[in-house]
Every structure is written in structure tokens, then in C-alpha cells.
């Protein structure tokens, strides 16, 4: 399971870095595209830490989920 999400992550960053290359390039971004992408990329991290902290407090790291975008964008607030 790590490594699917892993994967997933790096699918999610080449994404993120070619629209930033093409925003960069024709100074037309694609904003919502890369707001979703950013927090797609919060989920996926969010979940790797769950499931290292279940597995490391000798828990099931099988029963961690990606929680929804207002619990991991709001972490700070």
C-alpha cells in the first residue's frame, strides 16, 4: 500500500511540475488544476504518516484512510 501511494505521489508531483513549467513558460497557470493537484499531494503525504505512526505504535496500517480535504488543509487552524 505504501508504495501505490508512493507512486501516486510522484505521478502527483510530475503533474504539479509541468503545469508550473507551463505557467512559467506562457505566464497562463492553470489554478484549480493545481490547487487539486496540491491537495491530492497533502492527502496522499497525510496518509503515508498515518500509516507509518499506526505501524510504528504496532497497529494496523491497513486501517488508515485518506481523510477529506478540510481536515488536511486545516491542520494549522
Do not use: F, K, N
Amino acid at each position: 500500500m505504501d508504495d501505490d501511494v508512493s507512486a501516486t505521489i510522484r505521478r502527483l508531483m510530475a503533474q504539479e511540475h509541468a503545469l508550473r513549467d507551463r505557467e512559467a513558460q506562457s505566464h497562463h497557470g492553470e489554478p484549480e488544476q493545481l490547487a487539486s493537484i496540491e491537495v491530492q499531494l497533502d492527502q496522499c503525504w497525510d496518509l503515508l504518516r498515518q500509516r507509518r505512526a499506526l505501524r510504528e505504535s504496532g497497529q494496523d496500517a491497513s486501517t488508515a484512510h485518506a481523510r477529506p480535504e478540510a481536515v488536511v488543509e486545516h491542520y494549522l487552524q
